[in-house]
Structure formats: C-alpha cells, structure tokens
C-alpha cells in the first residue's frame, strides 16, 4: 500500500499530465497482475470495479468517527485540520500521523478490508475499518481514505489511468480504450493490456458492454453521404428504453442504457430468456406490448425501476424486447462480425415471444430511403435507424456507421406567453419561452409547449429587453408577457400532457425564425395541433407500430 500511496503523492504533486501518465505507468508496470488489477480501479477513485456492481455504504459520519477516535489530536484541533485540507483522505493522513502501529499493508489487505466493511451491517462497519487504519502508515490512510469516500483529488481522471496503462505496457491509447469500452472494468482493461489480450475485444458474459449509438441527421442525402455505403438498411426507431440481456443457462441479468442492472424491472423477459436454446448477449429495446400492440412510452414508464413487479402489473403492463443486435453467442465475441453476419445469426435463433426482432428495410438512394421514413412516421414513430449493413459493433462510440433519422414533425406559428430566466451560460437573460397557440371555441390562447434552442445570444439578449418591457406579472423566476411576439417552432412529436391547458406538448422545440411579421391573430390554431396529432400519433398508430417482424 505504501507504493500505491507513494505513487499516488507523486502523481499529486505534479500538475503535467505527461509526468502523472509516467509515473503512474511506472507504478503499474511494477505490480503483478492482481495487483494492478486493485491498483487500476483504486487510482480512479473506486473501491470496487463497477462490474462487481458493489457500494461500501460507509457513511461519513462513521468514517469521521473512526479517524477521530484513533487520532490524539482533540475535536477542535481536528476541525481546524479539516478546514486547512478540505478533503477527507488528506484530513485522515494528517489526524492520524504518530497515533497508528504501522505494519507493512498489502493491497489484497486493503481489497479484504473494503470486502468487510462492504458486507458488515450498520455500526459493524466501522470495526474492519478502525483495524486497518491502525496498521497503516500516515501516507497509506490518506490514500486508504480517499480510496472509500471515492475521490482522488489529484488531478487523476480515468482517461488518465488509461493513458498511464497504455504507457505501462506499451499499447497505443486507442486500444486501452477499446479495450476498456468492452470490459467496462478498468482492473480487467490493464490486466488485458499488460497479457497483451487484445483481440480481447472479448467479451464476459455478465459485464455490461457500453451502447453503441447513433449520429444524428436530418436529411436522407445526409445519411448516405454521411455514411458513404451504397444501400444502407433501416430499422424503426422504437420508442421504449435501450435493453442489453445477458444469458447463460438459468443465468440472466439486464442492463439500462447507463449500465445499471434493470433484471427486477423485467421478469418476463428473464423468464422467457431462461426457455431459449442458446447463451446469449442482445442488445434491443423494452417496450410495454399488449395484444399485439405497442403501448404508449407513457405506459412502459410504470415499469422502469422497479425491484420487482407484481402480477397486476405485469398484466396490466406487460413488456416485450425488440433485439436489433447479437453481441454475444454460444461463447463467441462477434463485436468484430458485420451486421449482416449478427442480424443472419440472430434470425437463426428461432426467436420466440417475448422477444421480436426489430423490423429491417433496405434503402438503395436517398429517395427510397426518403420513401421508407415518410412510411415509419404513417407509423406513428418518430424517426428510422439507418445502419450500415457492414460495420462492426462499436461499444461507447457514436460513429457514422449508426445514423437516427429524424426530421420535424412540422412547424407551427405560436406565440410567446412568458418567459423564464436562464440558468447556467443563459444566467441574467430571458431565454425560456412558453408558447401558446389559439383554441378558435374559446377565443383563448393555450399553452402548447416551451422552447428554449434556436436563437443567437444576441437576439436572445434583444428579447431579453423586449420581455422586460412587455411584462404584465411578475413571478420572480418567471413573467407573463403579452402576447406578441410570434415564433415558428419546429417539433419532433406531440404528446398528450396535463400540464397544460390545451391538453397537449410539443416534443422537442426549437425555434426556427421569429415571425415579426405575422400578426396574433394569424398564429396556428388548437384545432391544427389536434390534427396532426391525430394523424400521426393517434389511436391508428398503435396498431401499426406493432408491425415489429415476429420471427
Ligand atoms: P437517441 O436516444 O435519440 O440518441 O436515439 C438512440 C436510441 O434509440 C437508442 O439508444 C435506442 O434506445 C433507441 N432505438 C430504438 N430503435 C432502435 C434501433 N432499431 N436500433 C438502435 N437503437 C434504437
């Protein structure tokens, strides 16, 4: 441990980050593998890899305890301490010094004690913890401390850790990254690239890989150009909530888009998963699916994070997986295979219900992809994955080879009905603004959405005095103005809402020209807004979004 925390000072007391690459490599280079195993998830500030899914749940307070009550130093000198160091770890190393027996400390030591207070309950946490740091030198408990509060603080981010395997071991720093992207795990990345496993693009069944994802664009010429294929293929942009599913045997376990696990949230699919005749690593989308129909995102939203799901639930709201991808199979990575080699795998795998796959159509031009876009937005979605039908699966990366096509729903004529102070860059300017259209029955205007992109800061700094003026009420972070001035907005989608009065939202706006020159009396009208509703996401579009392929 006395390495590590010597390591670790010196990485700290340098501000050059090629010398912190240096002598963190340096460091790495002297352990053995299980070592650097520890030694790489501890330097970026974890207590365990995120793989092993693990919290110390040591809280402050007892940590503050244990320090104190070891240290000779009394509660006011120990307060003032803080206040100099303001970071625990650095407080710890100091409040301790000349108070602990120090004995030499091996990392697998510091790995059992965090194992044990991990698993103690309660007050029985601060017993492993008290033990160690008795044994520990000053130098060592200030890295120990900031190893369990979770921060550093010397100038060490993971990217650096990956710079410093990368010099370590010699490996270019594109291929730690690659690597990491896959293992998810930074102990196991530097273990690989000191064994020199690279075509270990390989996969472990039960560590989350990160997401592939996709480039925007907005034009179907784009897509081409963008991806410089000749015929690209499409798959509907389903609108549920990104799924990753590992299997083997009774084994099974779920990922969410940001790598938590989800297995609770989704028990059909675990079980259904369970009756499939291969070992599996899918990447899809969760949707909430009854009697042949894709239900709304609103409805699949009871389902998500949950621990668990009653019966009631499940048939109230049950789910589906629409897999687009085939990472895993029978114990082959196929990251490297092209798409068209996954999707053929994938079909042969005689899928059965809960699980669909997702719907595929070739385009040849832009046309015909243009063509395939207007028929999945009669759909009732809103937008068409275009993908390259030879590319790899890149993990983390959003490349060209994934593009989302999405063009505005439409524009409507709407106008400003109050305005919100910004926050952030947008302090000190009204930047926010809620729009309303006119509901003819009535003769009112209602509010239909809020936009807040689209403008320049310089004509957001000329609304900014226009508003201020225009003000009729006044209610600290925001103010109602009098309806005058128009904007056309552009929208992806509408939605159903409460939250306000007309009884709809528009899915994200933007302002696209501010319309000087329309009178209040010409805006858009709730009727038009119901119109388009209808049309594209009304009763109609439920049944057609079900056209999910059934293999
Ligand atoms: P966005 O959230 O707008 O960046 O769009 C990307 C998301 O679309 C992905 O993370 C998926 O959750 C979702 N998605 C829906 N259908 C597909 C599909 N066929 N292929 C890939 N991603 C999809």
């Not at 070739?362 to 390259?388: C, I, Q, S």
């Not at 509408?494 to 000087?516: K, T």
Request: net charge negative; aromatic share 8%.
């Amino acid at each position: 441990m006395i390495e590590f925390a010597n390591a670790g000072a010196a990485v700290g007391a340098t501000p050059a980050t090629l010398e912190k690459t240096r002598i963190l490599g340096a460091y790495f280079r002297s352990l053995d593998e299980a070592d650097l195993r520890r030694a790489a998830v501890y330097m970026s500030g974890r207590a365990f890899p995120p793989s092993q899914r693990r919290t110390l749940g040591l809280g402050w307070q007892t940590l503050s305890k244990v320090i104190s009550s070891i240290s000779s130093r009394d509660e006011e000198d120990l307060g003032a301490l803080f206040r100099k160091h303001a970071d625990l770890g650095d407080w710890a190393g100091e409040a301790v010094d000349g108070a602990t027996q120090p004995a030499p400390v091996k990392l697998a030591d510091v790995e059992a004690t965090l194992e044990a207070i991990r698993s103690a309950r309660g007050n029985a946490k601060a017993a492993p913890l008290e033990a160690m740091v008795r044994r520990m030198d000053p130098a060592s408990t200030r890295f120990f401390i900031k190893i369990i509060s979770g921060e550093m603080r010397i100038g060490l981010s993971e990217g650096l850790v990956e710079a410093a395997i990368a010099e370590a071991f010699d490996v270019p720093i594109t291929q730690v990254k690659r690597v990491h992207l896959v293992t998810g795990d930074i102990g196991e990345t530097a273990v690989r690239c000191k064994r020199g496993e690279f075509e270990a693009s390989k996969i472990t069944l039960f560590q989350p890989v990160r997401f592939m994802l996709a480039s925007p664009v907005e034009a179907p010429e784009e897509a081409f150009t963008r991806m410089g294929a000749e015929s690209v293929w499409t798959e509907e942009k389903y609108d549920g909530v990104r799924c990753q599913m590992h299997r083997e045997g009774e084994r099974v376990e779920l990922f969410s888009r940001d790598l938590k696990e989800t297995t609770g949230a989704f028990p059909e699919l675990v079980e259904g998963a369970k009756t499939m005749g291969h070992d599996v690593l899918f990447d899809g989308e969760v949707l909430a699916h009854r009697d042949g129909r894709v239900l709304r995102f609103f409805e699949l939203q009871h389902r998500l994070g949950r621990k668990k799901v009653d019966d009631e639930l499940r048939r109230d709201v049950p789910v589906v997986l629409v897999i687009f991808d085939l990472l895993w199979l029978d114990g082959r990575t196929l990251l490297d295979e092209p798409l068209t080699e996954r999707r053929k795998l994938l079909e042969g795998l005689g899928l059965e219900h809960p699980f669909l796959l997702a719907r595929l159509e070739e385009a040849t031009g832009p046309e015909h992809l243009d063509r395939v876009f207007k028929e999945t937005r009669e759909r009732g979605n809103e937008g068409l994955m275009v993908k390259d039908p030879l590319s790899p699966y890149t993990p983390g990366r959003r490349g060209l080879a994934w593009l989302k096509l999405k063009r505005p729903l439409a524009t409507l004529d709407v106008v400003v009905t109050a305005v919100e102070w910004g926050h952030g860059k947008r302090r000190g300017v009204l930047s926010d603004y809620t729009f309303a259209v006119k509901d003819t029955r009535s003769g009112k205007l209602v509010n239909v959405g809020k936009a807040y992109t689209g403008l320049t800061d310089a004509e957001i700094a000329e609304f900014t005095k226009r508003f201020l003026e225009m003000t009729i009420e006044d209610q600290g972070f925001r103010r109602m103005v009098r309806p005058e001035v128009v904007l056309e907005v552009a929208f992806d989608s509408i939605q159903h809402s409460g939250r306000h009065m007309s009884g709809y939202a528009l899915r994200f706006p933007r302002i696209v020209r501010i319309r000087d020159d329309k009178p209040v009396e010409e805006i858009d009208t709730l009727a038009r807004v119901a119109e388009l509703y209808d049309r594209y996401f009304g009763e109609k579009s439920e049944v057609a979004l079900s056209e999910v392929a059934e293999t």
